[in-house]
């Protein structure tokens, strides 16, 4: 059998716990319960790895498993010679994986029932890394599968919705592509995603992973390691050991492994001894709303390289209708020339006719700024300053802007000149801030003798995140935007991976947790045992942080719904009616089955269970389709008809409902 390793045991409540509470009796080491229901070898496994030693909580055996879903676009990575030319090769990728011993253990997967718990034979295991995390990982092949070169707009539609669709079952996600236009769907991606909260790293090779020497298992393994094992939500790019800021890189060599850069910003990541994030750099959605994706894209926009004698008649062709927004590629600090009355009138013309023109350098490294007279003359034909964004991003930003139809042309422009996902750098003189202007830390770093700047930043980073805890258990919201303002970021776990997110849930600190979701604090976040901060919420009984929590997207994983199920039942027995609705609200299903494989609905009976369902609709009204299609799609006949004729809504569409309508007792 393969050795499980442990987190050690647990010193407060996990979901997981429940499966040791020595009064449910729940060891079970058969392979049938006490029901006869055949449980999974994969539930199994778990039910019997509980401690049998009374009230010593064990952690979940894979509670230090992530998932991956790996989505094949085609590019290099995975092309072989035809003809003395490469092309993709379809449905050869996962064979050739599963023997590479550096990307597959098999013999985790099969003493683990990992195939059959998965259903799918495109997944593979990582072996067991540094974490002590195991990453396994679905494949998820295009066909046919394309060399970048042949990609369009369509094509990052269908990327976003398998995104979309795919969120909830996966931890992070990484799409394989060619590196020729990998740039432009990594900026395109970055846009479409709204609120992200999980990574998305693209990755591919310069040389076909089926080659002797190449770079494509090293670039798959490191951003498959990434995406299972930080919480950075962003779309990224990895290549040769560096993890990059997508909507930031361009692709700059055609015959080197290193073949990306990012001239105006550093790696997010480097790969070296150490996986080091540079986590003050890592772009963050302030928000509480959840991650959607927008796949509309406008295909009228296009790039425009200024040259010395550049005609007329040229930008006037090239501005002509359906134009609708312009990446105008300008010298230096954005310059174009000012004795040129010819070209700026054909500008202006476009400017005045709805066109949006971004002004974009030319340069590898830099940003445009007013400083010339060059310059200005742009300004004055109505040209947007692009900042510091490269041109890919810049052409994918109008794309995504532009296809915004509510939005009129003057917010289309303000929504332009904003740095919506880290594109670009928001003021590049404005100071930061800096570590050593704390006094807090001063006074540390004096007391230890400390000067230099790397001591600094070290003791910053390990007194920060417990500080920052210590204020969120009190609710002090004033101490940890001090925190913030010395640098510090909100979004780190202690020693134990617990974020001041986590705290501030199980206390139930609802201003605390607005406050931190709208600084960038992941909804995702786990902790050692594998919690999140919506577990903790559930445990502590916050219904209004619970509601929050969801409303930005934080949802159970596979896993943490199939330990609910014993959970739901035991509170269904006892007649717990208010546990039950919380957990209704986090999301769970009262028709998971429990460890005998009996539901929450049998164990309470069916009036009881539409009084908690109905309960829980009142207070989430817009769960209500929802909840039903979900009752529906359990074949919970007898609990939809009975909803059904209780609410007298025979057309079962949820808005319509007359919620003043339902009886508060059945
Ligand atoms: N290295 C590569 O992947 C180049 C290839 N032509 C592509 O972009 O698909």
């Known amino acids: 059998m393969a050795e499980f390793s442990s987190n050690g045991p647990a010193s407060r409540m996990s979901l997981g716990r429940a499966l040791s509470q020595p009064s449910l009796n729940l060891i079970e080491t058969n392979d049938v319960s006490p029901t006869g229901v055949q449980l999974h070898p994969r539930r199994r496994r778990k039910l019997s790895s509980c401690s049998s030693v009374e009230n010593e909580p064990v952690a979940s055996p894979f509670a230090d498993e992530s998932r991956v879903l790996v989505i094949n676009t085609g590019g290099t990575i995975g092309m072989t010679l035809h003809d003395n ?84 079952n996966y931890d992070g996600f990484v799409i394989l592509h ?28 310069q040389v076909p992973i089926y080659e002797l020497r190449n770079d494509g298992r090293d670039n798959l393994l490191g951003a498959l390691l990434i995406a299972g094992q930080f919480v950075i939500p962003e779309v990224c790019l990895y290549f040769f050991n560096k993890l990059y800021r997508g909507n930031r890189v361009t692709k700059v060599d055609a015959g080197s492994f290193n073949a990306f850069s990012s001239p105006n ?9 150490d996986i080091s994030i540079n986590w003050d750099t890592v ?71 709805g066109v949006i023109i971004v002004n974009c350098t030319q340069c590898l490294r830099g940003t445009v700024s007013a400083s010339y007279a060059t310059g200005m ?30 939005l009129s042309l003057d917010a289309k422009k303000k929504m332009m000149a904003e740095n919506l996902r880290g594109e670009m750098s928001a003021n590049l003189d404005g100071a930061k801030l800096c570590l050593s202007d704390s006094r807090f830390i001063q006074v540390i770093a004096k007391s230890l003798s400390i000067s230099c700047k790397e001591e600094l930043e070290a003791i910053r980073n390990a007194l920060t995140p417990p500080l920052a805890c210590a204020a969120a258990k009190i609710g002090d919201i004033e101490a940890l935007d001090a925190l913030r303002e010395m640098g510090s970021n909100l979004c780190l776990g202690d020693f134990d991976g617990r974020t001041p997110l986590h705290i501030a849930a199980c206390e139930g600190h609802f201003k605390l947790v607005q406050y931190l979701l709208s600084h960038g604090a992941s909804v995702h976040a786990k902790d050692r045992y594998g919690d999140t901060p919506l577990c903790n919420a559930v445990r502590f009984r916050h219904k209004d942080v619970v509601k929050l929590l969801r409303r930005t997207g934080a949802h159970f994983s596979r896993e943490q719904m199939e330990e609910a199920g014993t959970e739901l039942c035991s509170l269904a027995a006892s007649g717990d009616i208010d546990g039950l609705e919380i957990w209704i609200l986090a999301g769970a299903d009262l028709t998971t089955l429990g460890y005998d494989g009996k539901t929450a609905v049998q164990v309470v009976g069916l009036r009881k269970t539409c009084f908690v369902l109905i309960t829980s609709f009142r207070s989430q009204k817009s769960n209500v389709s929802f909840r039903l299609s979900q009752a529906e799609a359990a074949g919970r006949k007898e609990v939809v008809a009975f909803l059904v004729q209780l609410i007298g809504n025979k057309s079962m569409n949820g808005e319509s409902i007359e919620f003043s309508a339902i009886p508060t007792e059945i």
């Open 377 to 406: 003359v742009l300004m004055d034909a109505g040209l947007l300053a692009g900042g510091d964004m490269t041109p890919e991003a810049a052409l994918s930003k109008l794309s995504y802007v532009l296809a915004k139809k509510e």
């Open 178 to 205: 060619g590196t020729d236009t990998m740039a432009y769907t990594a900026s395109a991606l970055s846009f479409m995603c709204e609120n992200l909260g999980k990574p998305i790293v693209l990755t591919g090779s």
């Open 283 to 353: 772009w963050r959605a302030n928000t509480t709303a959840k991650f959607q994706v927008s796949t509309e894209l406008n295909r009228n926009v296009g790039l425009l390289r200024l040259f010395p004698g550049i005609t007329s008649s040229t930008v006037r062709a090239f501005l002509q209708p359906p134009m609708q927004g312009v990446v105008l590629e300008t010298y230096g600090s954005g310059n174009a020339p000012d004795n040129r009355p010819d070209l700026l009138a054909e500008l202006k013309k476009a400017t005045d006719a």
């Open 85 to 168: 030319v490469l092309a993709p090769k379809a449905n050869a990728l996962v064979r050739s994986l599963r023997k590479l011993p550096i990307l597959h253990d098999e013999l985790y997967a099969q003493q683990t029932s990992m195939y059959e718990y998965y259903g799918s034979e495109n997944s593979l295991v990582l072996p067991l890394n540094k974490l002590n995390k195991r990453i396994i990982y679905t494949i998820l092949e295009y066909s046919p599968l394309l060399d970048s070169s042949n990609m369009t707009t369509d094509d990052w539609g269908r990327l976003g919705k398998d995104i979309e669709k795919n969120y909830e």
């Open 265 to 273: 910003l550093a790696p997010l990541a480097t790969a070296e001894v």
